[in-house]
């Protein structure tokens, strides 16, 4: 599923419910204008990093809005249902095992640890969701 098809599939959900639909079109706009990036992690928490700072996301968003209907909750749950599963490999270990394999081909004399980190944060690539791993996947081969 497309991040628009997610997006519309959402709205379509939340029809009667107007603070999720603001919430769902400002996440929208922010994830189209680059201004939100979101991270899925394997414990099914994210990081979404706005312009107001970054949070950890799981069921609840701890946001100055101090509302359950915060647009990063609702980006959460818009990158989930966009992102593909598992393309390359069937699971997290065999992608892991694939990016290791495949950085250390490409990049001899870098450590993998460092370059994750120095992009995603202090987290190491145990940490990172299926969605996050195909895309390190793919951008290194």
């Known amino acids: 599923m497309t991040l628009n098809q997610a997006i519309e599939t959402a709205k379509a959900k939340a029809a009667n419910h107007p603070e999720w639909l603001r919430a769902i079109d400002k996440a929208a706009r922010l994830l ?15 990081l979404v990093t706005s312009p107001n700072g970054s949070y950890r996301v799981n069921g ?17 749950r818009l990158v989930e249902m966009a992102e593909p599963v598992a393309t390359k490999a069937a699971t997290r270990d065999e992608l892991i ?13 870098y450590r993998l640890a460092d370059t994750v980190q120095r992009l995603c ?12 791993l195909n895309h390190i996947l793919a951008a290194i081969a």
Request: proline share 7%; with cysteine.
């Open 32 to 46: 189209a204008s680059g201004e939100l990036c979101v991270t899925l992690f394997a414990d099914n928490t994210a």
């Open 60 to 76: 609840h968003c701890p946001c100055a809005a101090k509302t359950a209907h915060c647009y990063h909750r609702a980006a959460k």
């Open 97 to 109: 095992a694939d990016i290791k394999a495949t950085f250390a081909a490409k990049f001899p004399g």
């Open 121 to 132: 944060g202090p987290y190491a690539i145990e940490n990172l969701g299926v969605a996050p």
